[in-house]
């Protein structure tokens, strides 16, 4: 049954919530980006994308989607079973030994949701791409999306990936960058600048649109849905999605030193008292 847009914004409390409570548990994953990319992931799996339950690893007639930057998977893991992929008590296990939930999204577990390991950045998109053109070959006339890192565009294979989506026409994709501005070791602009992406993006041969508040689901709902009106016209769509790292935590926002650390047992309170939900959550 659909979500009203009331009950998604509470759902974006909810898994912030469980992002931070499972990387607190192990002391260990990525919560920054996580808290970062809430507002797409639930507008994808609430609101935009079509797929069906139970999950099937060939999805025909299905929208799929591909986490390319395979770091933030506790918002991945929340997403997924929030709406039904996984039971949500399965959460606690994350980053345990036998876990279906490692630190990076992994396939040989059999986790629904999940089509591709990720955890080497760069791959994503190379993988998107020939699944959207199995698609075609099938008569499947589904989507496929992915999300990226900007500090994962400085790897070489996406761009190999992103000629590769203009020259052969490939335009069934909508990919998403989280532009944070903020990587593992410093401000984006510092480690290896990305220049002006979205000329840079057009120039590559894709329709480019840019939404400023990625941290309003309402406005990423939208700039989702815009997408989805420019596929089929023999180019590949990039949406650049500006996201704040850590939002929602004020102690974590702003910097680039929550990428990877978990908080500690005050740090969580603190978080939680500033997500509060109006009956405290749990898994």
């Known amino acids: 049954m ?11 409390t909810q898994i912030r919530r469980d992002i931070l409570r499972m990387v607190h548990a192990v002391n260990s994953g990525h919560p920054g980006g996580s808290l ?3 507002e797409y992931f639930t507008a994808l799996y609430g609101k935009v994308m079509n797929y069906n339950l139970p999950f099937t690893m060939e999805g025909k007639n ?17 997403t997924l079973a929030r709406f039904g992929f996984f039971p949500v008590d399965e959460l606690k296990t994350f980053r345990k030994l036998d876990s279906r939930l490692q630190g990076h999204p992994t396939t040989h577990e059999g986790l629904p949701g999940i089509r591709i390991a990720s955890g ?15 698609k075609k070959l099938d008569g499947d006339k589904s989507l496929v999306y992915t999300l990226h890192g900007d500090g994962e565009l400085q790897e070489g294979q996406v761009w190999e990936a992103l000629m590769y989506a203009a ?33 840079k993006l057009e120039a ?17 709902m939208a700039i989702l849905e815009k997408a989805k009106t420019e596929t089929g016209k023999d180019k590949p769509v990039a949406i650049i999605l500006h996201t704040e790292m ?18 500690n047992d005050e740090q969580l309170d603190t978080a939680f008292k500033q997500l509060y939900l109006e009956a405290p959550a749990d898994y």
């Open 2 to 12: 659909s979500k009203s847009i009331e009950e998604l914004k509470s759902l974006t």
């Open 36 to 38: 970062g990319c809430t």
């Open 62 to 78: 299905e929208d799929h989607f591909y986490l390319s930057n395979g770091h933030i998977s506790p918002v991945f893991y929340s």
């Open 120 to 134: 080497s950045l760069g791959q994503g998109l190379s993988v998107a791409l020939g699944v959207a053109e199995g």
């Open 167 to 199: 020259a052969k026409k490939v335009d069934n994709v909508i990919s998403t960058i989280d532009y944070n501005g903020r990587q593992i070791d410093g401000d984006t602009d510092d480690v290896l600048s990305l220049g002006n992406l979205h000329a």
């Open 204 to 220: 590559f041969g894709w329709i480019v649109l840019e939404e400023k508040n990625g941290n309003d689901l309402e406005a990423v």
């Open 246 to 263: 850590g939002f929602g935590v004020d102690y974590m926002m702003g910097s680039h030193s929550w990428h990877g650390k978990a908080p």
